[in-house]
């Protein structure tokens, strides 16, 4: 799943680790997150929406055909 | 692979001081049952109160030693977390990370199933040649579907 994490990131200026830290996982998880090789929990892709003040929907990009109805 | 040790549930500081504190426990208790193991195997292979062959002998001390040294030096990392709150803190996201609850899982899973396969491998061909092989594998193939069973009926009300 593709993500706008890094995106946003550094508009707000920003570390992967200081993400990290802001929502309670490691680095590692950031990482995989920007990268799209993990898919995050429903209440990790709320922490990371509230952390950067957008909705889920704008942060995670569900375009994929089994990622819709 | 520390995910085998530590994952947990712990939501805050507070919480995972008491899972470090009773998995010190745990430890302890697991290291007091490896030193056992080691002398009452030993202490019985000497008597000749056992029909146990050098090689289970060096097998049942060198397990038992290699549990005490394994929980020791967990319980020393631990006490070191419990004396850092910086480090326990640190510990605990690295913990309760959910990628890494989710990798430990399936690397569970993963060898869970190899597991299966050589048990089910082992009593049909080890069978063939030695029967007592059948019986044990049998048993703990047996073990393992009823626990799975029970497991996911339980789980399957709870969730």
């Given at each position: 799943m593709?993500t706008?994490?890094?995106?946003l990131?550094?508009?707000?200026?920003?570390?992967?680790g200081?993400?990290?830290?802001?929502?309670s996982?490691?680095?590692?998880?950031i990482?995989?997150?920007e990268?799209?090789?993990?898919n995050?929990s429903?209440?990790?892709?709320?922490?990371?929406?509230?952390?950067?003040?957008?909705?889920?929907?704008?942060?995670f990009?569900?375009d994929?055909?089994?990622?819709?109805? | 692979?520390?995910?085998?040790?530590c994952?947990?549930?712990?939501?805050?500081?507070?919480?995972?001081?008491?899972?470090?504190?009773?998995?010190n426990?745990?430890?302890?208790?697991?290291?007091?049952?490896?030193?056992a193991m080691?002398?009452?195997?030993t202490?019985?292979?000497?008597?000749?109160?056992?029909?146990?062959?050098d090689?289970?002998?060096g097998?049942?001390?060198?397990?038992?030693?290699?549990?005490?040294?394994?929980c020791?030096?967990?319980?020393?990392?631990?006490?070191?977390?419990?004396?850092?709150?910086?480090?326990?803190?640190s510990?605990?996201?690295?913990?309760?990370?959910e990628?890494?609850?989710?990798?430990?899982?399936?690397?569970?899973?993963?060898?869970?199933?190899?597991?299966?396969?050589?048990?089910?491998?082992?009593?049909l061909?080890?069978?063939?040649?030695?029967?007592?092989?059948?019986?044990?594998?049998?048993?703990?193939a047996a073990?393992?579907?009823?626990?799975?069973?029970?497991?996911?009926?339980?789980y399957?009300?709870?969730?």
């Amino acid at each position: 799943m593709k993500t706008r994490i890094a995106e946003l990131r550094k508009q707000k200026k920003i570390t992967q680790g200081e993400l990290a830290d802001a929502v309670s996982v490691t680095r590692q998880t950031i990482i995989s997150l920007e990268n799209g090789r993990y898919n995050a929990s429903l209440v990790l892709a709320h922490k990371i929406a509230q952390f950067f003040g957008v909705t889920i929907e704008e942060i995670f990009i569900f375009d994929q055909e089994d990622e819709n109805i | 692979m520390k995910g085998f040790l530590c994952v947990t549930n712990a939501k805050n500081d507070e919480e995972y001081r008491a899972v470090v504190k009773k998995r010190n426990l745990y430890f302890s208790l697991a290291a007091v049952l490896g030193i056992a193991m080691t002398i009452i195997s030993t202490w019985a292979y000497s008597r000749d109160m056992t029909d146990m062959t050098d090689i289970s002998l060096g097998f049942f001390s060198g397990a038992g030693i290699g549990i005490a040294i394994v929980c020791v030096l967990q319980i020393i990392l631990n006490l070191r977390l419990l004396r850092d709150d910086k480090k326990l803190h640190s510990s605990r996201v690295a913990c309760s990370d959910e990628r890494l609850v989710a990798i430990e899982s399936k690397a569970r899973n993963t060898a869970l199933a190899v597991l299966s396969l050589v048990f089910v491998s082992g009593c049909l061909i080890g069978g063939i040649f030695y029967p007592v092989l059948i019986k044990i594998i049998g048993i703990a193939a047996a073990v393992f579907a009823v626990t799975y069973a029970l497991s996911y009926l339980i789980y399957s009300k709870k969730m």
